[in-house]
């Protein structure tokens, strides 16, 4: 397939590689880094529209069916301390998710149906769209690779699961590589630069745009542990990203620094 036509997409980066097909953007883009850092500054981006084996949490392989999906790696070489990159993965799921609110008003949709769920997924109501998954390059100056899966022209036959959807379902319409790429790019480079300039999430403005987007606050939650489930409400988003946590009966909060989030019942019948 040749390469798809990225003017747009080049006026946010001039380092974007497009793949005709990918095993996993993030482990190409993490191999390549690693093996010949000069060649990938910050701000590199590898993408596909054909990716055979992408990876989620918890090490979850997927396929989807060719050029029914964007799948974009991104390399951040931010001059944050390491402790703060955790920020990464939620600046990620904000850019994707104001990028799909509009395109779904462009579509003449309500860009309010498009969501983030913490740590990183992207809903449209309720249903995945996008999931986003971060990866560390250690060094003397970490870099983080940050992955953004989203389903594009994907028909509802070809859903992995009833709980998916696609830009083409709910906006009726399908949209060219760059069309996507380029807003997502910029979302992306808007929330970023801030954050590098400043040094930490707080002062950027990026933990409050993030707990203003994020669904999962105020919702009854189920949090999948490795010692048991966790049920509570959740509270809010800490200074590391971390998800705060009042468990049922009790009035500390408890900090969720990874877990699969499931959302019990609608926001407006969450205990407040």
């Not at 990028?99 to 309010?112: C, D, E, P, S």
């Not at 919702?219 to 049922?248: M, T």
Request: hydrophobic share 40%.
């Amino acid at each position: 397939m040749p390469t798809p036509e990225l003017s747009a997409s080049l006026d946010v980066t001039q380092h974007i590689t497009w793949l005709p097909e990918a095993g996993s953007t993030n482990a190409d883009l993490v191999a390549r880094a690693t093996a010949d850092p000069d060649a990938w500054p910050d701000f590199s981006v590898l993408v596909t529209d054909t990716q055979r084996s992408g990876r989620g949490r918890l090490d979850r392989v997927w396929s989807t069916p060719p050029g029914s999906s964007l799948a974009t790696s991104v390399l951040l070489r931010p001059s944050v301390p390491a402790d703060r990159l955790g920020w990464i993965p939620l600046m990620a799921g904000l850019a994707m998710t104001r990028t799909v609110q509009m395109l779904l008003a462009g579509a003449g949709m309500r860009a309010i149906d498009a969501t983030l769920k913490w740590p990183n997924d992207v809903l449209v109501r309720g249903l995945k769209v996008s999931g986003i998954l971060s990866e560390l390059i250690p060094g003397d100056e970490p870099a983080v690779v940050v992955g953004a899966g989203l389903n594009t022209s994907m028909t509802r036959d070809q859903l992995p699961v009833d709980t998916a959807t696609s830009l083409a379902i709910e906006c009726r319409r399908t949209y060219a590589p760059d069309t996507v790429l380029s807003l997502y790019l910029k979302q992306l480079r808007e929330l970023y630069e801030p954050f590098a300039v400043a040094g930490d999430a707080r002062s950027s403005g990026l933990v409050s745009q993030v707990s203003a987007a994020c669904e999962t606050l105020g919702q009854a939650v189920r949090v999948q542990l490795p010692d048991g489930d966790l049920v509570g409400v959740a509270r809010g988003i800490d200074a590391d990203g971390q998800l705060l946590v009042q468990p049922e009966g009790e009035a500390t909060l408890r900090s969720i620094s990874a877990g699969d989030v499931t959302h019990l019942r609608p926001l407006a019948d969450a205990e407040r």
